[in-house]
């Protein structure tokens, strides 16, 4: 038996196993079983009222699992399945309450990863799958990563090398009749306004709006999360050298300046936005693991290429330095 078919033995068997996607490793378990669904918010500490997202080995399941769905869910499918995009559609009879959050929603998307596939075909159903990580801390980017946060707590690991992308999917709500943003992600508005033929909104938008009825939760949108245990700032650029002191350590995209104070670890970042968020959070778990009183994170800019990247460093800001019961 290799290790696909094992793998799929033992998520029929309620088993969790490990999956590597071109975003993050994913926990996952079977969707339709909510004894194996509740093992995924035991091993990661994750609230029971956190929806997960559903992975599909195709576009064609996303009957058996949303209602209602619209011309734009077909559209977005179509361009940009398999990849980093996860819809959120009315889900369909049958969808356990556990995978949702008790919701009238359920998130879907197809992975863009060989082995994510292979194991999803293998397996015939869908499979729920946040990040395979403790809740609120850093998602992981390599099987090495899943193995230092979960251990024994997942029945096996699929390796897959390192993730493609390392930023999750984004998110995009499509269960009120406007498509809105509701977790930035590699696949920008830009781009999904090229399909549709219109702009998405953005969840900020519609914060409180009443008459737009409440926004669906979804995965990784706390205000703390993604967070390493190391205290972390976001600080402009101009005043990263000033602001460092022996002991800190520093991500930034640009070389270390004249005349840094000793004792402080400078890590220098990829400049563009794809680079820099493949890298992130390797580089986030490394300087969380190197012993620095800080983290210095030079403040990314405010731009729509860059708005994933904006987003998990703010969440990250908030939830660092707290323990992982938080």
């Known amino acids: 038996m290799n290790d696909i078919q094992r793998a799929a033995q033992l998520l029929r068997q309620g088993e969790l196993v490990a999956l590597p996607t071109e975003t993050v490793y994913g926990l996952g378990a079977d969707a339709l079983n909510p004894a194996a669904v509740a093992k995924i918010f035991a091993a990661k500490g994750r609230p029971s009222d956190h929806p997960l997202i559903v992975h599909l080995a195709d576009a064609s399941q996303i009957m058996s699992w949303a209602r209602e769905i619209p011309k734009d869910a077909i559209a977005l499918a179509r361009a940009f399945w398999p990849g980093p995009l996860t819809l959120i559609l009315k889900k369909g009879e049958g969808v356990p309450d556990l995978v949702t959050g008790g919701q009238d929603t359920v998130g879907l998307r197809v992975p863009n990863h060989p082995v994510a596939l292979e194991l999803l075909r293998a397996f015939g159903s869908g499979v729920a799958a946040p990040s395979a990580n403790r809740f609120g801390r850093i998602s992981p980017t390599t099987a090495a990563h899943v193995h230092q946060e979960l251990g024994s707590r997942v029945a096996l690991i699929l390796d897959g090398g390192a993730c493609e992308v390392g930023l999750?999917?984004?998110?995009?709500?499509?269960?009120?009749?406007?498509?809105?943003?509701?977790?930035?992600?590699?696949?920008?508005?830009?781009?999904?306004?090229?399909?549709?033929?219109?702009?998405?909104?953005?969840?900020?938008?519609?914060?409180?709006?009443?008459?737009?009825?409440?926004?669906?939760?979804?995965?990784?949108?706390?205000?703390?999360?993604?967070?390493?245990?190391?205290?972390?700032?976001?600080?402009?650029?101009?005043?990263?050298?000033?602001?460092?002191?022996?002991?800190?350590?520093?991500?930034?995209?640009?070389?270390?300046?004249?005349?840094?104070?000793?004792?402080v670890t400078w890590v220098q970042a990829p400049a563009d936005p794809a680079g820099?968020?493949?890298?992130?959070?390797?580089?986030?778990?490394?300087?969380?693991?190197?012993?620095?009183?800080?983290?210095?994170?030079?403040a990314p800019p405010a731009t729509p290429e860059w708005a994933a990247v904006a987003d998990r460093l703010g969440r990250a800001a908030v939830g660092s330095g707290e323990d992982d019961e938080t």
């Open 276 to 298: 820099y968020g493949h890298d992130l959070y390797a580089q986030l778990r490394s300087l969380d693991e190197s012993g620095a009183a800080r983290i210095l994170v030079e």
């Open 168 to 263: 999750e999917s984004t998110i995009v709500d499509l269960s009120r009749g406007v498509p809105v943003i509701l977790r930035p992600g590699a696949i920008g508005a830009d781009d999904i306004a090229r399909v549709l033929g219109r702009r998405p909104r953005l969840r900020a938008e519609l914060e409180g709006a009443a008459e737009e009825g409440a926004t669906p939760r979804v995965s990784g949108a706390l205000a703390a999360h993604y967070a390493p245990r190391t205290p972390l700032e976001l600080v402009a650029i101009d005043a990263l050298a000033a602001q460092s002191r022996p002991g800190d350590a520093v991500l930034a995209r640009c070389a270390a300046p004249a005349g840094l104070a000793d004792g």
